[in-house]
C-alpha cells in the first residue's frame, strides 16, 4: 500500500476513536484485496511503510461485500460501481477480506 | 475542415538490463539488502532472450498481440528477431552509444572500451548517417574521474552521468539520465520512421512530445520540452515542438491536437514522439523475484507517429469521434469507459460492434500479475463488454467473445503512456490498411490523481477508420 | 436488508484505479450515512 495512505491510516487511527472506523478497499482482485486488507489489519507485509507491525484491527471491508452494499442506496451503487460489480469477482473479493478480518 | 491521417509509425525498444537497477524502486529497495541485489543482478535477461520475448517482437510487429499464444509467452519464443515492420530491439552496448550522441552537454560519459564497442556497432547501424555518432568519441574519457565528480551516477562499469549542477534536484544525474534515455529512445523511434516511410526530416513542421518524463529545471520543474528536442536530434530542422502531459493518457490528447493543428491548416506535418520511463525499469521486480522469473521491466520503449493531411490510403483520425472524461464523470471504473467508449461512438451512430480492435491500456499481465496488480487491458475489456451488453449492443452471453475478439492481450513494457493505446497505433496502421479492420479505437486514461492536485482520473479516446479511398481503389 | 455497518461512521476510502476508485467508495460511504475522513486511489501500473 502507498506509504502516504498508511501514513493517513494511522494518523486516522490515532484521532479517532478505532470504534468509529471503518476502512473500505475497492482493490480489482483478491492478490492486492489482500495485501490491503492485511496492511489494515495485521500491519504492513513489506515492512516499508508507517503500519509495519501496526496490528490496528480496523474493521475492512471491500466495497464489494454484500454487507456494504446493502447499505448503499442503489441509485448511488448504480452510478458509482454499476457493472464493476460483475466484471470484478465480487465473491473472492469478499471471502479474501473476510478470512483477513478474522486475523484481526 | 480537411481530413487527417496518421501516415506512418515506428516503434522501438532499447534493452537496458545494468539501468534496471536505477529505475524508482531497485534504486530505492536494492540498497537496503545485498542478498536481494544479488538475486535482481542474476534475474536480469540476456539481450537474445529479451529480443525473441514474445511480447517484444510484437511491439517491433512481427506478430499481431492477438498470435501471442498461450502464456508463459517466453515458452513460445522463437528466434531473437532484432529489427521488425515496425523499428528494431537495440542492445544496451549500442545504445549507450546513443545516449552519447544525444547529449548535448556532455553530461554522459563512457569508459574508452564502452565507448568504442557502442561506436564500432553504430558504425553500422542502418541510421548511422542520420546519428552524430562523433559525440561518442567525446563522451570517452577517464570514468572513475568522471564518477568521483560531486553527484555523479555511476550507471554501469563503463557509464557515468553526471548531475548539471549540484543543489537543483531537477537537474540530478538521475533525473538527466531518465530525461535523456527518454530523449534517446524517442529520437531512435522517429529516425526510424522516417527511413521506413521515405519522409524528408525538413517536411516536418511540428513534433509534439507525449511521454512521462519531467523537463526542466528547480524554477519550472517538468517545463518541456521534448518534442523540440527529438525534432533537433532527428534532424528535423523545419519544425517545432511541445511537449502534452496528461500522464499516462497524453497520447491521445495529443494526437487529437496534433490532427487538429493539421486539420485547421496550421501545419502541414506533425509528429508525436514518445521515449521509455527510465523510472520505471524494474518496477515489479520484487514480485518476479518471488515468483523466480526473470526482471521483465528491462526495457525501454520509443514510440513514433506522422500525422498529416488525407493522402487517400492512410487510415483517418475522426475528429467527430473523440470521447473526454469530464471533471462530472467522477472516478467510477465504469463512467471512466462510459465516457471514453460508449459517448463517441452512440452520438455518431456507431455500434460498439462496429468497432474491429480497442487499444486500452496494453499493459504486459506477465509482468504485472506475479506484483499482484491483476491483468489491466482484460479487465479493461471485460468492463467495455459489459457496457456494450448493458447497452444493448451485444447479448450477455456474447461478453467472453467480445473481449477476445474485438480486445487483445497487452504485450507493452509497464510504461504507462507506450501501453495506453499508443504501441498499438502501428498496428492499427496495418490493421486499416491491408489488414481486415474498418474501425480501430484508441482509449487511454491517466491517473492524475498520483501528482496529489485532484482526486480524478482523466481519459480521452479517438476513433481510427479505414480510408474511404482505400476501398474505392480496390 | 441494511446491515447499518457504515451508518454514522468514519471511513477511511482506500481505492485503486483498476477496481473502485477513492472517490467512488466514497461517495457510496457518504450515501450510506458515513463520514468520510480520507479518500485515496492506489495506481499500480
Known amino acids: 500500500m502507498d506509504l502516504q495512505t498508511q501514513e493517513a491510516i494511522l494518523r486516522a487511527s490515532q484521532t479517532y476513536d478505532k470504534a468509529d472506523l471503518v476502512v473500505l478497499l475497492g482493490s480489482p482482485d483478491p492478490e492486492s484485496a489482500e495485501i490491503a486488507a492485511e496492511t489494515v489489519i495485521v500491519g504492513d507485509p513489506s515492512y516499508a511503510g508507517a503500519l509495519a507491525g501496526a496490528q ?7 466495497v464489494l461485500e454484500e454487507l456494504i452494499h446493502a447499505d448503499i442506496p442503489d441509485d448511488v451503487w448504480e452510478a458509482q460501481i454499476g457493472v464493476m460489480a460483475d466484471v470484478l469477482e465480487a465473491d473472492a473479493l469478499a471471502a479474501t477480506v473476510a478470512g483477513m478480518r478474522a486475523q484481526a | 475542415m480537411p481530413d487527417v491521417v496518421i501516415s506512418a509509425a515506428a516503434q522501438v525498444l532499447a534493452h537496458v538490463p545494468s539501468l534496471a537497477r536505477h529505475g524508482s524502486k531497485p534504486r530505492r529497495e536494492l540498497p537496503k539488502s545485498a542478498e536481494q541485489a544479488e538475486r535482481f543482478a542474476a534475474a536480469l535477461r540476456t539481450y537474445d532472450e529479451a529480443a525473441a520475448y514474445p511480447p517484444h517482437q510484437a511491439w517491433i510487429g512481427n506478430i ?9 509467452w517466453s515458452a513460445n519464443a522463437g528466434a531473437p528477431r532484432r529489427t521488425g515492420r515496425f523499428g528494431e530491439i537495440m542492445p544496451e552496448e549500442e545504445f549507450l552509444g546513443l545516449l552519447a550522441a544525444v547529449d548535448d552537454f556532455e553530461l554522459f560519459a563512457l569508459s574508452p572500451e564502452a565507448a568504442a564497442t557502442a561506436a564500432a556497432a553504430l558504425a553500422g547501424h542502418p541510421l548511422a548517417k542520420a546519428l552524430a555518432l562523433d559525440k561518442i568519441d567525446k563522451a570517452a574519457g577517464d570514468i572513475e574521474a568522471v564518477a568521483a565528480e560531486p553527484k555523479a551516477l555511476r550507471l554501469t562499469a563503463g557509464a557515468v552521468m553526471r548531475c548539471a549542477q549540484a543543489d537543483d534536484e531537477s537537474l540530478s ?6 530525461n535523456l534515455a527518454a530523449k534517446a529512445t524517442a529520437t531512435l523511434a522517429l529516425l526510424h520512421l522516417l527511413e521506413r516511410s521515405g519522409i524528408d526530416p ?3 513542421d ?21 518534442g523540440k528536442a527529438v525534432a533537433e536530434a532527428a534532424g528535423c530542422t523545419d519544425a517545432s515542438g511541445a511537449d502534452v502531459k496528461n500522464f499516462c493518457a497524453a497520447f491521445v490528447p495529443a494526437l487529437v491536437v496534433a490532427s487538429s493543428l493539421v486539420s485547421a491548416g496550421v501545419f502541414r506535418r506533425v509528429a508525436i514522439v514518445s521515449g521509455g520511463s527510465m523510472a520505471k525499469l524494474g518496477m515489479k521486480f520484487q514480485g518476479h523475484l518471488a515468483k523466480e522469473l526473470p526482471i521483465m521491466e528491462d526495457v525501454l520503449g520509443g514510440t513514433a507517429c506522422l500525422v498529416e493531411a488525407d493522402d487517400g490510403t492512410s487510415p483517418r483520425v475522426r475528429l467527430d469521434v473523440v470521447g473526454r472524461h469530464k471533471v462530472s464523470a467522477g472516478g467510477a471504473a465504469a463512467e471512466v469507459m462510459k465516457a471514453l467508449a460508449i459517448e463517441p461512438l452512440t452520438r455518431n451512430g456507431i455500434a460498439m460492434t462496429d468497432v474491429d480492435d480497442y487499444a486500452t491500456e496494453l499493459h504486459n499481465p506477465e509482468i504485472t500479475e506475479p506484483q499482484g496488480s491483476g491483468n489491466v487491458p482484460e479487465r479493461n475489456y471485460k468492463i467495455i463488454a459489459a457496457l456494450a451488453a448493458a447497452k444493448g449492443d451485444i447479448a450477455r452471453a456474447d461478453i467472453a467473445a467480445f473481449v477476445a475478439e474485438r480486445g487483445m492481450p497487452g504485450y507493452a513494457p509497464t510504461q504507462g503512456h ?3 493505446a499508443l504501441c498499438y497505433v502501428p498496428h492499427a496502421l496495418d490493421r486499416l490498411t491491408t489488414g481486415g479492420a474498418g474501425k480501430v479505437m484508441l482509449l487511454a486514461k491517466g491517473s492524475l490523481f498520483l501528482g496529489r492536485m485532484c482526486q480524478l482520473s482523466d481519459g480521452m479516446s479517438v476513433l481510427l477508420e479505414r480510408n474511404v479511398g482505400l476501398e474505392a481503389g480496390r | 436488508m441494511n446491515s447499518n455497518l457504515l451508518q454514522g461512521k468514519k471511513v477511511i476510502a482506500v481505492g485503486e ?8 467508495i466514497a461517495a457510496c460511504a457518504k450515501a450510506a450515512g458515513a ?5 485515496a486511489t492506489e495506481c499500480f501500473v
Request: hydrophobic residues 35%.
Open chain 3, 17 to 24: 484505479r483498476d477496481g473502485i476508485s477513492g472517490p467512488a
Open chain 3, 35 to 39: 463520514e468520510v475522513v480520507f479518500v
Open chain 2, 206 to 226: 511540428y513534433v509534439i512530445g507525449c511521454g512521462e518524463e519531467a523537463i526542466g529545471d528547480r524554477y519550472q520543474r517538468g517545463g518541456g520540452n521534448m
Open chain 2, 64 to 72: 499481431h498481440p492477438r498470435d501471442l499464444g498461450d502464456r508463459p
Open chain 1, 56 to 62: 490496528l484491527g480496523l474493521p475492512t471491508y471491500h
Open chain 2, 202 to 204: 525538413t517536411s516536418i
Open chain 2, 173 to 178: 544525474a538521475h533525473v538527466l539520465i531518465d
Open chain 2, 418 to 420: 507506450l501501453a495506453s
